[in-house]
């Protein structure tokens, strides 16, 4: 480890009160973004995060407000002036405690009804939380502007490669599925048209989001419970758009989209924080939103430098065919579960 490293370190963490036992800070690697420390009140997580102050002050305040209402995330350990942060040479350092605990499986049933239980536990809580106006502008989606903007991608790059005179394999494969895949993304804008005023009506649009269900993010705490790791990524937005993200990144492990595993998933967030039905109006839009087809293409077609890789048309086929087959499946579910899912 370089001097000057450990000396930043060092820097960052006679801030806080408590002290180092030196010898951990051998294992420091200064091209990681977190170094666990060990200390006199035990092992800290250091953190280096990439986000600007007045995001850092925000997540703050979220973290302190969730945890306050049951949600399970690390503290923010805090310096001895007690603020949550420590610039140091234009690069801000957060410490946390320590969650021991397991990475969840997320191919296990059992492992995906307690992170579906955790997430419905999160929402719940967050509903509600005032915010400042300046807050709520800054950190809200605008979810239907971002689906118009991609549906509009969709369709200029149709335009563009349908114009290529030597289309390679991936055009060829999205020049063959692009137009029923626009055809979803006018059905699901369609629900959105329809249900969206009736949700966006009340303390709802204050829920916070979590966003990032990257498994190294997430803990199966000792005590069975989940634990949220990094609330970097928090936005305000509807509930059911983390729904969505974790449905398709468990989907995506599956051969095709499974209708059994969805309604366990979603009657475990029910149990917890009931939804409306005009809310699962819209869990249906944005799971028929081809979000996963955008994504894997976005990836291709905004690159200055386009490749072909035969692992990566593998991956598209996937998608596509999860992405083709998965509307069915989705409308037929609510359809069918439309008792389940109480109206309130």
């Not at 397991?102 to 239980?117: G, H, K, T």
């Amino acid at each position: 480890m370089e001097a000057f490293f450990s000396d930043l370190v060092k820097k960052v963490i006679a801030n806080y009160p408590l002290e180092v036992k030196h010898e951990s800070l051998e294992y420091i690697d200064e091209k990681k973004a977190e170094w666990p420390i060990d200390t006199t009140i035990g092992e800290v997580l250091l953190k280096k995060v990439l986000i600007d102050e007045r995001y850092i002050e925000f997540m703050i305040y979220a973290i302190d407000h969730l945890r306050d209402n049951g949600v399970f995330t690390p503290e923010v350990l805090t310096t001895k002036l007690g603020d949550g942060f420590v610039r140091m040479k234009d690069e801000y350092f957060m410490l946390f405690e320590v969650v021991n605990g397991r990475r969840p499986n997320f191919e296990s049933e059992e492992d995906l009804i307690v992170i579906m239980n955790g997430i419905a536990s999160f929402h719940k809580a967050s509903i509600g939380i005032e915010l400042t106006n300046e807050q709520y502008t800054s950190f809200q989606t605008k979810w239907k502007n971002d689906l118009q903007t991609k549906f509009i991608k969709l369709t200029k790059w149709k335009e563009e490669r349908a114009k290529v005179k030597h289309p390679n394999e991936i055009d060829k494969l999205y020049l063959k599925n692009i137009n029923t895949i626009l055809i979803q993304c006018e059905k699901a804008l369609a629900i959105i048209d329809k249900y969206s005023m009736t949700c966006e009506k009340g303390a709802i649009n204050k829920t916070l989001c979590y966003q990032n269900f990257d498994v190294k993010n997430l803990t199966i705490g000792e005590d069975g419970n989940l634990y949220f790791l990094d609330m970097g990524s928090l936005k305000i937005e509807l509930q059911i758009h983390d729904m969505r993200r974790i449905l398709n990144k468990v989907m995506k492990k599956e051969k095709n989209w499974n209708p059994k595993l969805m309604k366990k998933m979603i009657l475990a967030y029910q149990e917890i924080n009931p939804l409306t039905c005009n809310h699962y109006q819209l869990l249906k839009a944005d799971l028929i939103f081809p979000h996963l087809f955008y994504d894997v293409f976005s990836e291709q077609y905004e690159n200055t430098e386009l490749w072909v890789d035969a692992n990566l048309v593998s991956k598209m086929k996937k998608i596509i065919t999860l992405e083709l087959s998965k509307e069915r499946i989705v409308s037929t579910f609510f359809l069918q579960t439309k008792e389940t899912l109480n109206d309130q």
